[in-house]
C-alpha cells in the first residue's frame, strides 16, 4: 500500500517568505509526527497530532512555526517569515491507532527545505 | 525520555554479522527499546523492538541485557544495503510518543 508522502520534495525560499510543507500519511493513521533534522543529526520533534488536535506542540521553537491537520489526515506545517536557520530536512510519520501493539512510526521521505 | 549512547561509527565486510551496541543505563521500567535505521537520502524506518526478551524479526535481531542498561542489535549478514544511521531509542509503554533521536551509529559496510 501507498506509505507517507510529503510534498514538496524540495522547497527553495528566501528569507522572510512564508511556506507550507504537506503531509499525507497512510490511511487509517490516527498518530500523526513532524520532525526536522539538520546535516549530521538525528531527526528532533516538532509536533504531534492525535486525530484533529495537536496533542503535543512542545517540539516547536517558536511560535513562526504552525501545523494544522483539520481533517485528520493530510496535515500541513507552516512557517512564516523563515529565517536561514530553518533549513532542514522536514519528516513527516504516521502510526496507526493506539490498540496496535507496536505503534511503529512510518516516516516520509521528508521535504528539503533551503532558505537563502 | 531517558538517553542511550551509541559509537558514532562503525564499519563492517559484506556477509558479515554487524553487533551495534546502544548503552541505556538510565532506562525505566516502562521503556521500550526501539531501534530505527535511516538509509542515505530517506526517512527513518523501523527495524526492531522489546522490551525484556531477546527478540528476532526478518531485518535483525535484538539482545537485551538481563539488566536492560545495555542492548545490541544484531545483523546477521551485512550487505551494502544495511549501509544506514541507526539510531537506538527508548520509548514509554504508554502508547503513541515522539522518538527521541540522538546521533546514531553510522554504519559503512565494504564489499
Known amino acids: 500500500g501507498a506509505g507517507v508522502s510529503q510534498t514538496p520534495s524540495n522547497k527553495v525560499t528566501e528569507k522572510g517568505k512564508y511556506v507550507e510543507l504537506r503531509c499525507d500519511p497512510i490511511?487509517?493513521?490516527?498518530?500523526l509526527y513532524w520532525y526536522r533534522q539538520s546535516l549530521g543529526q538525528g531527526p528532533e520533534f516538532l509536533i504531534y497530532?492525535?486525530?484533529?488536535?495537536?496533542?503535543?506542540d512542545s517540539g516547536l521553537p517558536n511560535d513562526r512555526f504552525f501545523a494544522v491537520r483539520p481533517e485528520g489526515s493530510v496535515s500541513t506545517l507552516k512557517i512564516q517569515r523563515t529565517e536561514r536557520g530553518d533549513s532542514a530536512v522536514y519528516l513527516c510519520?504516521?502510526?496507526?491507532?493506539?490498540?496496535?501493539?507496536?505503534?511503529?512510526?512510518?516516516f516520509g521521505p521528508g521535504t528539503r527545505l533551503t532558505v537563502l | 525520555d531517558a538517553k542511550t549512547t551509541q559509537p558514532n561509527s562503525m564499519e563492517s565486510n559484506e556477509e558479515e554479522p554487524v553487533h551495534l551496541p546502544c548503552n541505556h543505563s538510565?532506562?525505566?521500567?516502562?521503556?521500550?527499546i526501539h531501534w530505527y535505521r535511516q538509509l542515505p537520502s530517506q526517512g527513518p524506518e523501523y527495524v526492531i523492538h522489546?522490551?525484556?526478551s531477546n527478540v528476532n524479526n526478518r531485518m535483525a535481531s535484538l539482545a537485551i541485557a538481563e539488566d536492560r542498561k545495555s542492548s545490541t542489535l544484531i545483523l546477521h549478514r551485512a550487505t551494502l544495503r544495511d549501509a544506514a544511521v541507526y539510531y537506538c531509542?527508548?520509548?514509554?509503554?504508554?502508547?503513541?510518543?515522539?522518538?527521541?533521536f540522538g546521533k546514531g551509529t553510522r554504519l559503512s559496510v565494504i564489499a
Open positions: 510519520a504516521s502510526s496507526p491507532p493506539l490498540a496496535s501493539l507496536n505503534n511503529e512510526q512510518f
Open positions: 490511511s487509517g493513521h490516527t498518530a
Open positions: 497530532f492525535q486525530g484533529t488536535g495537536a496533542a503535543d
Open positions: 538510565t532506562i525505566s521500567g516502562t521503556d521500550y
Open positions: 522489546g522490551l525484556t
Open positions: 531509542i527508548l520509548r514509554d509503554i504508554s502508547g503513541n510518543t515522539p522518538l527521541v
